[in-house]
């Protein structure tokens, strides 16, 4: 018994002396986050050219090209290929740190492109600059976006640059397309034609700069809105990328794939070479040409990048006589975007509007005092409650490729209408359409939820302001 004592107490001694041994050999917690950091620093530090990302904010983005040299002093050399703000994101030095209170946090502090990205479509783009590490796979470091959820993580990948890797930039590039981003519908965004010569076949898209993500519209067989118009061979198409800049190239996320006119068409990439600015000049009372490019689309031969107005179903904004097309009056903007009924001549001077109301060809069965076949104005909530009707009427007219010429011929409904409300509403449609008259440019308004809906938005380009009708 009092051997089989010994042998347990031995046992015991020995366990508790183990246990000792490994306690004493435990880093403490401080320590291994200290170090932790510090082998992150130094593998950030490490990378003899630097690093390079092609930064994708969400899937449904595009890619944005970046070489990061982080230094030992706790700043980084951010290049990038993001134009704006006087070239300052193509090139600059920011401060970073590395956070351990939640895993290792990459975390750029100083505002640079990262956070202008942030900033994109009022915070809501997706963009990051604060990223948590994960691993290093294959020579490359992964970090993960911090605020995103656990079904759409950003999975970046810092990669070891090349001594080249800065001549992939197209700085150029990227600032001459922004020259497209002027005269721009608000709703219908910013639209281009690629005019494939050798093809004889034109494809629209719209675009955002921003978050580099094209919506193709459709394809058509001719290289001018004129020739479209009469060939009348189109495909609509609906097929959504992004895209990057990539020596000299615009280069889509997803290739677009399609079949026309019995061939079949595969479209990935534009290399854009030379610029002007003497294309197709949008208001008739302007002096600004558009911008031009010409250059090549991989395995389709010759390309132009133009600058539209057109829209391959703006043209199906017709007149109808059945009913006048309307809107909701908010869905009125003004040149910098904001409706006016919040904050600008029609909110001042029509409080009370509630609809926008364009008479285009509408025959009103109203023996008494029928509303004029063309005409644009507003409807008011009465002071008991009942809508009137105020309009101001235009020359009998018809849509031209996807454009309407409004002139205003000196008549008004009601026939009774006050002075001062005449008055005003001579203001508001002069400020919308040009002083005596304007033309409005129709493209069609897909909402995803209501397919059903047939919606145009109608831009001004001498103006600036549009607005959307519902058919």
């Given amino acids: 018994m009092m051997e089989r004592f010994n042998i347990i107490c031995i046992g015991i001694l020995f366990f508790a002396a183990s246990c000792s041994s490994e306690l004493e050999k435990l880093t403490p917690p401080a320590e291994r986050s200290a170090s932790a950091v510090s082998d992150l620093n130094s593998e950030l530090t490490s990378a003899a050219n630097g690093w390079v990302l092609n930064y994708q904010p969400t899937n449904a983005s595009g890619v944005f090209y970046m070489l990061l040299e982080f230094n030992d002093d706790g700043t980084v050399r951010i290049q990038s290929d993001v134009p704006g703000d006087n070239d300052y994101f193509f090139d600059q030095v920011v401060s970073y740190r590395i956070d351990s209170r939640l895993g290792l946090e990459l975390i750029f502090e100083t505002y640079g492109v990262f956070h202008f990205l942030f900033e994109q479509n009022s915070s809501s783009f997706g963009a990051e600059f604060e990223f948590v590490y994960q691993e290093k796979e294959n020579g490359n470091l992964l970090f993960v976006s911090k605020t995103d959820g656990p079904d759409d993580e950003t999975i ?128 008739a009372s302007g002096t600004t040409n558009s911008p031009v490019y010409t250059g090549t689309a991989t395995g389709l031969g010759s390309a132009t990048l133009y600058k539209t107005l057109f829209d391959l179903k703006g043209a199906e904004f017709v007149p109808q006589s059945e009913s006048s097309y309307s809107v909701n009056v908010f869905f009125v903007a003004d040149a910098n975007g904001f409706s006016m009924s919040e904050s600008g001549s029609i909110n001042e001077y029509f409080p009370s509007a509630t609809g926008f109301a364009f008479n285009y060809g509408f025959e009103d069965t109203d023996d008494t005092d029928p509303q004029p076949m063309y005409a644009v104005g507003l409807y008011v909530e009465g002071d008991n409650g009942e809508r009137l009707t105020f309009l101001r009427e235009f020359d009998v007219t018809t849509t031209n490729e996807n454009r309407v010429q409004v002139t205003f011929n000196g008549n ?52 600036n302001y549009e607005f959307l009708l519902v058919k």
């Fill in 156 to 283: 970046i990948s810092l990669e070891p640059a090349s001594s080249s890797a800065s001549s992939v930039f197209s700085r150029e590039l990227s600032e001459n397309l922004f020259a497209y981003d002027t005269i721009s519908s608000l709703f219908a965004g910013t639209t281009q034609q690629i005019a494939l010569m050798d093809e004889n076949i034109s494809i629209f898209w719209s675009i955002n700069f921003d978050q580099r993500s094209i919506v193709v519209r459709g394809v058509a067989e001719g290289l001018t809105s004129t020739d479209i118009v009469s060939n009348d061979k189109i495909k609509l198409l609906d097929h959504v990328t992004g895209f990057g800049f990539f020596n000299g190239k615009l280069v889509l996320v997803d290739p677009l794939n399609f079949n026309f006119q019995g061939s079949s068409y595969s479209f990935s990439e534009l290399t854009l070479n030379n610029y002007s600015e003497d294309g197709e000049v949008f208001c």
């Fill in 412 to 463: 008004y409904y009601p026939s009774d209408i006050s002075t001062n409300d005449r008055a005003n509403l001579i203001l508001i449609t002069d400020e919308i359409f040009g002083v005596g008259g304007g033309e409005v440019h129709a493209f069609d308004y897909p909402i995803e939820s209501q397919p059903d809906l047939t919606i145009f938005a109608l831009y001004n380009p001498c103006t």
